[in-house]
């Protein structure tokens, strides 16, 4: 006949209690598992469309770029119309590298960690000095006896 909860041992409901807390934890690894496994191949699947995407307006940029070659060719020699087109790209990707530059130079690093990590070190090890180890209250012998 089983035992009501009140009848139990401290002991047996210790272990249940222990049991159960491991299965809890089993169940919501493997719960979390699922669902990274789910969302990486949504990240992945997106990757590979935002990727499509990125090399379809790399075309469509140099069409445009020989659209405006072709429109300025009207009024320039053609060599001129294509030179300004292409200054023009190495002007745009100079402020890009620029701009890119500097926002690379204000990083901080990871000052919040530092210091969290430093307060954890400075919590970890004791104020006081640590005491001198116990000298023997006799020598040892050495093996010639002295």
């Known amino acids: 006949m089983p035992q009501t909860p009140e009848e ?4 047996a409901l210790v ?3 222990s049991a159960h807390i491991s299965s809890l934890v089993r169940s919501e690894i493997e719960l979390a598992k699922a669902e990274f ?6 990240v992945g699947t997106a990757g590979g469309l935002f990727a499509a995407a990125a090399f379809m307006a790399h075309l469509c940029l140099i ?13 320039w020699p053609m060599w001129l119309s294509f030179l ?9 990707a100079g402020l890009l590298v620029f701009i890119g530059t500097r926002r690379l130079k204000g990083l901080a690093g990871m000052k919040r960690t530092a210091r969290s990590i430093k307060g954890l070190k400075e919590i970890a090890t004791p104020e006081e000095p640590p005491l001198p180890a116990p000298r023997p209250e006799r ?4 093996r010639d006896g002295s």
Do not use: C, H, M
């Not at 069409?63 to 009024?75: K, P, Q, R």
């Not at 020598?139 to 050495?142: D, G, L, S």
């Open 37 to 42: 496994r789910f969302d990486a191949k949504r």
């Open 8 to 11: 139990e041992s401290l002991g």
């Open 139 to 142: 020598e040892p012998v050495t």
């Open 84 to 92: 300004t087109v292409t200054l023009f790209y190495l002007v745009v």
């Open 63 to 75: 069409l445009a770029s020989f659209t405006i070659g072709f429109v300025l060719a009207e009024w």
């Open 15 to 17: 272990a249940q209690a």
